[in-house]
């Protein structure tokens, strides 16, 4: 229900749509680079994420990343908060 009001969509318009659908356009390296680092390294990551929100909107977060997963897939735990 967080994620659904900060983004300003529905919980089930969420269900199955990756996270990497809401960076925007010009952050998309920025969010690969981490994501890469994090899958080279089992140390949490921390760093900003500009998000679009279900109006067009951007949304700066303080994202924490953490790596889970097994020998075949890596899948990372996003855990964000508007800065101050």
């Known amino acids: 229900p967080a ?3 900060l983004l300003r969509t529905s919980r089930e318009a969420l269900l199955g749509r ?4 809401f960076v925007a356009a010009r952050a998309h390296e920025a ?5 890469d680092a994090l899958a080279e ?3 949490p990551r ?3 994420a500009v998000l679009v ?3 067009g909107d951007e949304i700066e977060l303080d994202l924490q990343a953490t790596r889970a997963g097994t020998r075949d ?3 990372a735990l996003l855990v964000g908060r508007v800065p101050l």
Not at 18 to 21: F, G, K, N, Q, T
Not at 31 to 35: F, G, N, T, V
Request: glycine share 4%; net charge positive.
């Open 18 to 21: 990756p996270a990497a659908s």
């Open 31 to 35: 969010w690969h680079a981490e994501l």
């Open 73 to 75: 897939r890596v899948v």
């Open 53 to 55: 929100d279900g109006r």
């Open 3 to 5: 994620a659904a009001a």
């Open 46 to 48: 921390r760093f900003r």
């Open 41 to 43: 390294s089992a140390a």
